[in-house]
């Protein structure tokens, strides 16, 4: 089966300082993947996501970049922290494959607090 | 562009009495629906989901959904809720035309409050 694994599950950060968050995906390939931030009364919003290796679309200007080294694992991340970062980031995977591709599957989530 | 509201921002309810929660969409396009269950610093749990055929979706937890397209609605029912839903749910789309990318577009979330 598979399952999506985020790390880490809660950071805490100063104003200015580079950001990195991991998601990795096991038992599957070639997955759609998705990074969505999910801010105090504001729902969720997606990011960014990529349909295979160095292939990123962005969703939202923002001061946050997102890349997916290797098939199953994408990095969400900043060079300098905004106040306004601050929110439950969600990475989410979907079959990239005919088959089951219609629905997304969240991970755990990481939740980010910028001081 | 595809759009989602949730008609109530919050709904309390008693023990073991019925609830439905609200959604609503506007799309040009054929779409997905979904309904997904987030407990307390908690990931998204699929409940249920809206693909083709019967429109009566049945989930995980004795939820179930109708799917409405006169109404473009799909509201998430359950006939006896328990402590342990208490959570938020969201409703979602996503655009089910050949090549489409899986955005989910979401609503802005419904706190399910169940009292003893």
């Known amino acids: 089966s598979q399952t999506i694994h985020q790390w880490p599950a809660t950071l805490v950060q100063p104003v200015g300082s580079p950001l990195s968050l991991e998601c990795t995906v096991e038992g599957t390939s070639n997955p759609n993947l998705y990074w969505y931030r999910q801010a105090a009364g504001r729902g969720l919003q997606l990011l960014f996501y990529?349909?295979?290796?160095?292939?990123i679309s962005s969703e939202v200007p923002q001061n946050l970049s997102a890349s997916r080294p290797q098939d199953r694992q994408f990095i969400l991340s900043s060079k300098k922290l905004l106040l306004s970062d601050s929110g439950f980031y969600l990475c989410a995977w979907r079959a990239g494959l005919a088959g089951g591709r219609e629905t997304q599957y969240f991970g755990p989530g990481t939740r980010l607090l910028v001081l | 562009a595809q759009s989602v509201t949730q008609l109530d921002s919050q709904v309390p309810v008693f023990e073991e009495a019925p609830v439905e929660l609200r959604c609503n969409y506007s799309s040009s396009v054929s779409v997905y629906l979904f309904w997904y269950v987030q407990y307390p610093n908690q990931g998204l749990q699929l409940l249920l989901k809206y693909l083709s055929g019967s429109t009566l979706v049945k989930g995980i937890n004795g939820f179930e959904a109708e799917f409405n397209k006169s109404q473009t609605s799909f509201h998430l029912r359950k006939p006896s809720v328990h402590i342990s839903d208490t959570a938020e749910y969201f409703c979602?789309?996503?655009?089910?035309?050949?090549?489409?990318?899986?955005?989910?577009?979401f609503g802005q979330g419904t706190t399910l409050q169940v009292k003893p």
């Open positions: 990529s349909v295979g290796i160095g292939q």
């Open positions: 979602a789309v996503s655009d089910r035309g050949s090549g489409n990318t899986g955005k989910l577009i």
